[in-house]
């Protein structure tokens, strides 16, 4: 097994993102259609937020009952990204080892991560399903 290896070898580079200032059926079709479970928010270069897939999911009720589409669009026009997102997520740096981030997921409650630069810049994600994939390819 390697060592030492830094986490930016196993996040995903190319991030998508929302802006604060976006809504949430924005969110709703990033989800979908990227088939993603996690989207940082920004507000220009800066990370303010994390929305997951369960987020969304906790406003919703389409997924629990047919025909409650219309309830759900209310809802998303109702509320702001801001009032759904986890402010000031846990984040991680590009250069810190696989190992103290899998320690992070196995400690706390996050299944993905941002990974910031030196300069404290959004360069990549890491998801628990990163991990997986890396453990995997050390056997």
Known sequence: MKRREPISHIMTNNVLTVSVTDDLQEVVDLLNHKKIRHVPV????????????????????????????????????????????????????????????AEIFTEEEFHALPVLDENDKLVGIVTTTDLIKYMLEQY
């Open 42 to 101: 920004v507000e220009g270069d800066s990370i303010v937020g994390m929305i997951s897939r369960t987020d969304m999911n906790r406003l919703t009720f389409s997924s629990l009952f047919e025909g409650q589409e219309g309830a759900d669009e209310a809802i998303l026009t109702m509320l702001s990204i801001s009032q759904v997102m986890t402010h000031k997520p846990r984040v991680v740096k590009a250069d810190q080892i696989i190992r103290d981030v």
